[in-house]
């Protein structure tokens, strides 16, 4: 699947998404203590977009968590980054702690890997070991659905399961680009062993602060066509609702 998103290739609509029966009747998602919760985010922003409320849900908790950019997202904009001289790497580094800020983590435990930006997928194995120095048992992982549309995002989903299993840790799948190109009423996701995690006002609130820190991506790099947000306010909003959508991965073998 050819992967597309921007001002001209919005996706699903959120309209459609909220107006699904399948995505209202999904059973809620178990209390869960873990010893850690450990987020592998493929790029500096999609432990907020995918696993916000539930990070929120262990601080309450007092579960440390864990995250795991794997890239620092230093290729989202090459064109513009490479005329401007952005240093585009820190930038998206500095905005993922803002959002952890925000979300009332002041000093996250954050744990680079450094796996250049839209080549996961040529370091699959590295990754499966990176990730297995990180695991410990009785950790739950977050981790992109390893079907989710993005191929930095379904080969983090993929190792991931690898790496969980062989640390005896617990893996759930989040959905980050599958909003983008799902049919809300079709047989697109896996619907049977989708969960949902409800959250309050405030924390959807935090939440949507927390994806506002995220300013190269959701606002204007450069004056020209090759700065335009990649995630303009229509594909944002996937992300600005008061629940989260996880996959169990107990039975995938």
């Not at 907020?48 to 990070?55: N, S």
């Not at 992109?144 to 080969?155: E, K, S, V, Y």
């Not at 617990?170 to 996701?189: C, E, T």
Request: overall charge negative.
């Amino acid at each position: 699947m050819e992967f597309v998103a921007n001002e001209d290739h919005l996706g699903t609509p959120e309209s459609a998404w909220a107006a699904s029966d399948r995505l209202k009747d999904l059973p809620p998602l178990p209390e869960i203590r873990p010893r850690r919760l450990v987020v592998v985010a493929p790029h500096p922003d999609d432990e907020i977009f995918g696993a916000a409320g539930l990070v929120q849900a262990m601080y309450a908790n007092h579960v440390e968590v864990v995250v795991v950019p794997v890239t620092d997202g230093e290729a989202s904009h090459p064109l513009t980054v490479a005329r401007q001289g952005i240093d585009l790497r820190g930038m998206r580094r500095a905005e993922s702690s803002l959002a952890l800020d925000r979300l009332g983590s002041h000093s996250p435990v954050v744990t680079r890997l450094g796996i250049p930006d839209g080549h996961v997928a040529q370091h699959i194995d590295d990754l499966m070991g990176m990730l297995g120095d990180v695991l410990l048992p009785d950790d739950l992982c977050v981790a992109p659905w390893w079907r989710d549309g993005h191929p930095d995002h379904d080969a983090c989903g993929e190792a991931s399961l690898v790496a969980t299993k062989s640390a005896g840790a617990r893996m759930l799948g989040y959905f980050v680009w599958a909003w983008h190109w799902a049919d809300p009423n079709g047989s697109d996701l896996p619907w049977d062993d989708c969960r949902r995690l409800n959250f309050t006002r405030r924390e959807a609130a935090r939440k949507r602060w927390a994806t506002a820190a995220f300013r190269t991506q959701t606002r204007p790099l450069g004056a020209d066509r090759d700065g335009a947000p990649l995630l303009p306010a229509p594909l944002l909003r996937r992300f600005w609702r008061s629940y989260e959508v996880f996959v169990d991965a107990s039975g995938v073998g």
